[in-house]
């Protein structure tokens, strides 16, 4: 069971810094003895690192480069992956480094050290050549050659999420105005109906990354089951089912609310899936 904790100033679960799109590569990855065809490109960045997941098919609707074991061992994905320093624009050799195929039961760590060719490494793109003419571990032999152009900007759009169920309550209109606020990627208005100790620590970039957070772990479509009062305090039970990579998980979630001056403001989640 996943569980974290949600204000707008509390994020226990993965709120460092990362953004992944993908654009085009091209080359050839062999694999005990299977030659795949490496034609999508995806990159995650944060702690100074830029990871490149080089694969044969473009990751499915939800997932990121973090999911590449769990597509591999299941035959859905074939790659390489390789971390670089934004400092250095060289390889990090206890980064993402990695091969995925299903021959060797997911990932393969241990793929010896390859050239990189870089064109360009900036705040825009990442565009090079990556290759490893021989290697092996144990009884596995690898190799692969590959170009790739992916872009180190996030594309976030929008999302209109619906919350039906008990809505009537003043809590569950500041709440469901507070949540369809967020996936719209609408935080200033978000921050109104959240209190002001949460909403002053989300500045600058943190910002951006919250957002992307709060999308990725909310329902599109939500359910509030129930709605208690207690004075200025009320608690919301909501569920839904959150998309997950290649899936969707069931959610459900306690929802605490405190009324302020100018109205009811949300002061914690807590999901559960």
Known sequence: MRRYLLG??????????????????????????????????AVETGLDQAGLLITDRPLPDGCGPYDAFMLASSGK????????????????????????????????????????SIEQFDEERLRGSVALAEGSFADHTFAYSVEFDVSLKSERGPIEATIDGETDSAPAKAYIAYYQAMMALELDEGKKFAIKEHADQITGEDAEFFLEFFQDGHPREATIVSVEENGDQATLKVEGEIPACDSSDEGSATVQMVKEADGWKVQLESWEM
């Open 8 to 41: 707008l100033g509390v994020a226990v679960f993965s709120l460092c810094g990362h953004a992944w799109a993908a654009d085009s590569a091209s080359g050839e990855l062999t694999a005990n003895g299977d030659r795949v065809e490496l034609s999508a490109v």
């Open 77 to 116: 994905l074939r790659g390489v992956a390789v971390s670089l320093s934004m400092a250095t624009k060289a390889v990090e050799p206890a980064g993402m480094n990695g091969l995925f195929h299903m021959s060797w039961g997911g990932k393969l760590g241990a793929i010896g050290e390859p050239e990189v």
